[in-house]
């Protein structure tokens, strides 16, 4: 019987209809992110320079972050991710000298980057620091969460939570946007380091909104009080 014969025998009205609506929600409820930032955010702007580097070669970070664009340029960076994403920010802090305010979205953290991160602030090489997590890792690792907002916090940061899948740092006129997170990647990755003032505002204005709005209603883990060592 041909496909055809086959199609204009079913009995297409006695199927079970579907509905879309009474399917359960994923979430118990709305996206906080949503309802904390309100709406889309886009920013447009012109780059007079742009320069690319194919770095999946190499496995230092310090081989990889060899110089930060100058102003008005972008660097776009591919590297197989043979280090630690907070590596790549420690190496950029280096080659600027001391930051002032640095910010992070990040699905997650390890010991190292929060190792380091605390190191940034008890050295002076940050003033401070602002973290924005993802929900999920605050459930999946909620020990390394507690320590993380435990010590950051004691030293003046900002550590909140929401349900973001964002990968961004930023400090003074530096925008860092990527595929992959402080924590080890052991994956092909993209970066791109852009030196401009106007999207560095950008970035720096809706992590501060969306860090405030959710630190009103987030209540940080209490798991793992130890304290790291200044």
Same mark, same amino acid.
């Given at each position: 019987?041909?496909?055809?014969?086959?199609?204009?025998?079913?009995?297409?009205?006695?199927?079970?209809?579907?509905?879309?609506?009474?399917?359960?929600?994923?979430?118990? @409820?709305?996206?906080?992110?949503?309802?904390?930032? #309100? %709406?889309? !955010? *886009?920013? +447009?702007?012109?780059?007079?320079?742009?320069?690319?580097?194919?770095?999946?070669?190499?496995?230092?970070?310090?081989?990889?972050?060899?110089?930060?664009?100058?102003?008005?340029?972008?660097?776009?960076?591919?590297?197989?991710?043979?280090?630690?994403?907070?590596?790549?920010?420690?190496?950029?802090?280096?080659?600027?000298?001391?930051?002032?305010?640095?910010?992070?979205?990040?699905?997650?953290?390890?010991?190292?980057?929060? @190792?380091?991160?605390?190191?940034?602030?008890?050295? #002076? %090489?940050? !003033? *401070?620091? +602002?973290?924005?997590?993802?929900?999920?890792?605050?459930?999946?690792?909620q020990t390394l969460y507690g320590r993380t907002h435990a010590?950051?916090?004691?030293?003046?940061?900002?550590?909140?939570?929401?349900?973001?899948?964002?990968?961004?740092?930023?400090?003074?006129?530096?925008?860092?946007?990527?595929?992959?997170?402080?924590?080890?990647?052991?994956?092909?990755?993209?970066?791109?380091?852009?030196?401009?003032?106007?999207?560095?505002?950008?970035?720096?204005?809706?992590?501060?909104?969306?860090?405030?709005?959710?630190?009103?209603?987030?209540?940080?883990?209490?798991?793992?009080?130890?304290?790291?060592?200044?």
């Open positions: 019987m041909a496909l055809a014969d086959d199609v204009s025998e079913l009995q297409l009205d006695q199927l079970p209809s579907f509905d879309a609506e009474a399917l359960p929600a994923l979430f118990d @409820e709305p996206h906080r992110t949503t309802k904390a930032l #309100g %709406r889309e !955010r *886009t920013l +447009t702007r012109r780059s007079p320079g742009r320069r690319h580097r194919d770095a999946r070669r190499l496995s230092a970070a310090r081989d990889v972050v060899t110089e930060l664009p100058r102003a008005g340029e972008s660097l776009h960076l591919l590297h197989v991710g043979h280090f630690d994403g907070i590596d790549l920010l420690t190496v950029a802090l280096e080659l600027v000298g001391d930051g002032d305010h640095l910010r992070v979205a990040s699905l997650g953290v390890n010991d190292r980057t929060l @190792e380091a991160l605390a190191s940034m602030l008890d050295r #002076g %090489r940050v !003033r *401070t620091v +602002t973290l924005l997590l993802s929900h999920y890792f605050s459930h999946v690792d010590e950051l916090t004691r030293r003046g940061g900002r550590v909140a939570i929401a349900r973001s899948h964002a990968k961004v740092w930023t400090f003074g006129p530096y925008s860092f946007e990527g595929s992959g997170n402080l924590r080890s990647c052991k994956s092909l990755e993209q970066l791109t380091i852009v030196n401009d003032a106007e999207l560095a505002a950008f970035h720096a204005a809706w992590i501060d909104e969306l860090v405030a709005e959710c630190l009103k209603e987030n209540r940080p883990c209490a798991a793992g009080s130890q304290r790291l060592k200044p």
